[in-house]
């Protein structure tokens, strides 16, 4: 299988030349139409994985290691796509993203591999110097049994770590890890397997262990021998396994080795068996089976203390099998641990209740015939089990106590349920051995969230659901940007439009609605990685929520009630219990250098540049952004007019030229007509440019008008300026349309496809002849009609820059139509906006003419 | 109410299918991360369904599937796949799977696969025992 760092490194290196000879004019629109497709196309493909990734972080999904990595895959290559052909586009003016790239895909890939760096320790770290931060030193046992003492004060056995760092020396004082080679291991031969990991052993058990290292093992164990001295009973120590990753991505629990009542002479061959215990033939197969390096198997060992236990067993801070149960569970056997989980014997078990009296619900004494004991000199083997012969039970009650209020402790300072492993020693002093999540906990049931609520107001029961959950809180209706600077905390945010910038009031929002929008789109992915409940395209959420109404959003089922709805609220918090396991970190890990967006404003210069993308989305968006503007400059080129153009015959008072990139015209003929055009939104304007009434006289209902007209300086029109030839670039989804009307340039730029994301209608408009007051009005005129067709508009002096963006096709092409009228109706506008009262007329006058409502925009 | 056995070498998985089948249902679920251990307990207890893993190590779900068919032809088993290796799924179909899902699913996803499995185990019996009526007459 080709690995995902192999695609990283070929993608490294292959960069783009974009210095090939000038082929003709039309081939250069084609080409770059192309690399613009294909943009768009990756641009898809990266949000649709990325909201496929998040969808799967919600809780709701159970996914593998597999996933994570070609899910990754597929947006590393898109993302690449997409800088490549914007680059094409560009003449390789953005090549600053190719290192933005390489750093984000090295943290993804850092993310994925996940290696544990090893700290430089000491070879040793004793037991009073160890918490559960201190994983990747000492391992996972070593850890908890560090925090319990330090952290949680109950009583563990003294103690030392031998390192991490330790096991890295032992393993290159004789090169082990060269000897080491489990690539070639054939996975499925479970022989082969058993083979290769006999054969590892082997190595391990003769390699030598650096004479520092031996020295700090036997100078901890004498420190260790001088603390235990007052107990009082044996001197020898257990040595355990502690392995980086036990217990993490899959069941090595139980592999590992632990050697019992060890003496002080054999502490280092004793070592070398644990952590020749880590090369199980199960361990290499998942070595190599499941992605991990070799390099990832370490293994620190725990010297503890050896109790001489009198019993010892397991105890669960609550039912595994009933959580709902407010009870702790101990087992107990007479003698060492080992037998209360190998299944050897039947151990005691008490239940014991959670009340503050921890009254003893249960006790189940069986007959217990053997034991395990400390032999006399080293190791341990089975003896007969008197008391347990007489089903004597192991503990008092006094005893099931402390245990359970122990299991309490434990349970509260974790955070979650735990499984301990306890000892209680000859003279009746307990320790804890292990402690550590508990496992397969059956959660009670909990009541569905019901689909729809009788006695609650339905305000909304459509749209498309971005990110899952319940919120509930006040309407605060965003209109404009300014808005959100004053967005209450706790608020419903209620929108027309999807903005990236509502990024700024998440923590705030308890909901996000809006009547348009789309789960694959930038805010989308935002409200996902804030986790605030959110449903788009309602198509009336604007027009049915009151600014200030108390609403509750079911971005569960899609429903949105009038009133706050606890018990919805309530049953919307999700106890996601995947979210603990490593694969989920995994994932969670990769989407934070995918999915955060941070350059969410376009038009600020400064902050919205290739060398501030901190992650793909950041990429993805910035390259989008830029990609557009690259297209828009195709239509106003100096080569437009060498493209191949052919004369659109039309009614119009327009000299109009077609340069067809594929698919946006019928036949390849000189001439044709509006019936040979196929492109979507060239159709779409010029079926609003032909509906229209070209503008005659001015109107006369106006107070003054005509006295003021004719009053007026009015400035000259050539009609050989009206006459300009216009250039439409067009392909079936694509339109840049430019149009000269007497001194002025317009150009209006779409895309009308199947999705929504792909979408928008960019209007730019410049010069003109008339004065400079009268053009600003005239842009004043535009921007107030644009806006109220939901066109995000700026505005410098005379120029005018409008925008609109993932509508689906059909609203798109009606506002095509309407920004057609609006243009056949401000032609020559200038001579007569004498005064600002005049656009407001205008303004009026257009609305109510022409300006049909997109009530029913359709889904994409 | 059915009993249902889950194999997986991933404890996480194991648990999570686990707890995801006892919430949602009255299912009995006995589970097991040793695919070695799955013959010896097939063979002590009756079970409706088997879910397992395809990929494990000792015995992979194929390897599986053929062993349980030997003692018991009827029992519908479940295979649960890697993300990306339907191929090996519907290998395991022909060998004698009932079905496979694939990573990732959603919770609900797994519970329809089990009604569906355990439906599809109820007709067949009921079948069978026509068929034998049918016969002895």
Known sequence: MRSLLDIFKKIKFKRTETSTPSPPERTIFKERYDCFQKLLSANNSVLETMADMEEKISGDYIFDMSYVRSTCETVVESVHNIIEHLNKLSNG??????DAFEK?????????????????????????????DMVNSVGGKNANLGEVKNRVNLPVPEGFCIS???????????????EITLSSVDIGDVEGLNRISKKVRDLIMKAHIPPDLERSISNAYLELSKKIAHRGGILNASVRSSAIHEDAHFTFAGQYKTALNVVPENLTKKYREVVAS?????????????????????MAVGVVEMIDAKASGVMYSRDPTDAGRDAIIINAVWGLGPYAVEGKVSPN???????SDRTILEKNIPVQGVMLKCSPEEGAGEVEALEGKEGKPCLADDQIKTLAEYALVLEQHYGKPQDIEWSLDQNDNFFILQSRPLRILAEKSKKPIPTSLRGYKLLIDKGQIACKGVGAGKVYLITKEEDLENFPEGAVLVAKHTSPKFVTVMNKASAIVADVGSPTGHM?????????????????AMKSLEAGQEITVDAINRNIYEGRIEELVEAGKTENPFKDTPVFKVLKGVLQNIVPLNLIYPEDEEKFRPELCETFHDITRFAHEVAMNEMFKIGGGPDVKKGGAIKLVVKLPLDIHVIDLGGGVKNDSDKITPDHILS???????????????????????????????NTTIQPHSEKALWEPSFAVISKEYMNFSIRLGYHLQTVEAYAGDNLNDNYIRFLLKGGGASIDRRARRTRLIKEVLEKIDFHVDRTGDVLDGRVTKYDRATI????????????????????????AVVDWYVQEFIKKHYVEEKKPGRC | MAHILIVDDELDMLALLAMIIREKTNHQVTTTSNPLEVLELVKTEDYDLVISDLKMPGMDGVELIAEIRKMDSNIPILIITAYGSIESAEEAVRKGAYDYITKPFRKEQILIAIDRALEWQKMKTQLRQLQETAESK
């Open chain 1, 680 to 710: 979507i939104p060239m159709n779409a304007l010029l079926k609003g440019l032909m509906e229209i009434e070209w503008p005659g006289p001015p109107p006369v209902n106006v107070k003054g008008f005509l006295s003021v007209v004719a």
């Open chain 1, 93 to 98: 003016k953005y090549s600053a993203l190719y």
């Open chain 1, 349 to 355: 078990t008490y239940v014991v209740s959670k009340d």
């Open chain 1, 524 to 540: 989308a992915s935002l409200a996902r990685e804030y986790n605030v409940p959110t449903i788009l395209n309602t198509e009336v």
């Open chain 1, 164 to 178: 991490a760092y330790a096991f890295k020396k032992f393993m290159d004082y004789d090169k082990l890890r060269d």
């Open chain 1, 104 to 132: 984000i895909n090295s943290d993804i890939e850092g993310a994925l591999a996940k290696k544990a760096e090893i700290p430089v320790t000491p070879f040793t770290i004793p037991f009073e110097q160890v918490t559960k």
């Open chain 1, 813 to 836: 092409e009606k506002k095509l139509g309407t920004v057609a009228k609006l243009t056949a109706f401000t032609k020559q506008l200038d001579m007569t906006l004498f005064n600002d």
């Open chain 1, 278 to 298: 880590l090369f199980t033939p199960r361990a290499i197969f998942y070595c190599e089976s499941k992605g991990f390096q070799e390099e990832d198997m370490v």
